[in-house]
C-alpha cells in the first residue's frame, strides 16, 4: 500500500514507523486518519509536539520530566524527602503515582546496565544518585527497577555503590511483579503489594 502513496504521505508513515512500538501497518493508519483530520486538528497535533520539546525539561535532583526545576514532587515538602525511590524510566514514575503507595521521592536512571548494549554507569543518572546520598539526609533507597537480567545488574551494582554510606537502607520492591515483567505496565494493586512487600538487599 504505502509504496503507492504520494511522497509526503510516505515520508510521515516512515517517522510514525521510527515510534517505539508502531509498526509499518499503524503508520499507514494513523498518516490516512490525518490526512482525513481537520486541518486545525493536525495543527493542534503539531504545536503539542513542539511545545512538548520547548516546555519540558529535567529535574535536576531527580531527572524526571518537569515544567518547573526542581520538579513538583522533589519540591513538595510533605513527601519523604529522605526516601528515595530508585526507577529506570519517567513512565515508572507515572505508574507508581498512580498506585498512591509511596510518599517518598525519586531518582530516574534514564536506562540499565547493559554491558553488551554498551551501557555503563557513565552513561545512567548511577552517580548523580550517589551525589545525592553523599549529601545526607537520605534514609532508605528503594530500589524499583524491572526484574530482568539488566535490571538485576542494575540494582546489584547500586547495592554495592551505596554499601559504604552508614545508615542509608537500601531496599527492593517485593513481590507482584512478574519475572520479565515491566513496571510501567504493571496495574496499580500489584504495584502497591510490591512496594508495601519491599524487602532488604544485600
Known amino acids: ?54 516546555g519540558v525539561e529535567f529535574c535536576s535532583r531527580c531527572w524526571h520530566l518537569a515544567d518547573q526545576d526542581p520538579c513538583n514532587i522533589c519540591s513538595d515538602q510533605e513527601r519523604q524527602q529522605g526516601t528515595i525511590c530508585v526507577v529506570e524510566n519517567v513512565l515508572d514514575v507515572v505508574a507508581i503515582e498512580k498506585s498512591r503507595s509511596f510518599r517518598g521521592v525519586y531518582h530516574v536512571l534514564h536506562g540499565v546496565l547493559s554491558p553488551i548494549d554498551g551501557i555503563g554507569p557513565e552513561d545512567l543518572k548511577l552517580y548523580d544518585l550517589e551525589k545525592r546520598v553523599k549529601e545526607g539526609g537520605i534514609k532508605e533507597i528503594i530500589l524499583a527497577v524491572n526484574p530482568s537480567v539488566e535490571g538485576e545488574t542494575t540494582a546489584l551494582y547500586i547495592g554495592k555503590m551505596l554499601k559504604p554510606y552508614e ?22 494493586s500489584t504495584i502497591s503489594r510490591a512496594m508495601t512487600g519491599r524487602m532488604g538487599v544485600e
Open 167 to 188: 545508615g542509608v537502607r537500601v531496599t527492593r520492591i517485593a513481590r507482584g511483579l512478574p519475572v520479565g515483567g515491566e513496571l510501567g505496565y504493571a496495574d496499580e
Open 1 to 54: 500500500m504505502s509504496s503507492f502513496l504520494p511522497k509526503s504521505i510516505q515520508n510521515l508513515i516512515d517517522e510514525f514507523s521510527r515510534l517505539p512500538g508502531i509498526g509499518p501497518k499503524t503508520a499507514e493508519r494513523l498518516a490516512i486518519h490525518l490526512l482525513h483530520s481537520p486541518h486545525t486538528r493536525i495543527k493542534d497535533l503539531g504545536d503539542s509536539v513542539l511545545n512538548m520539546k520547548d
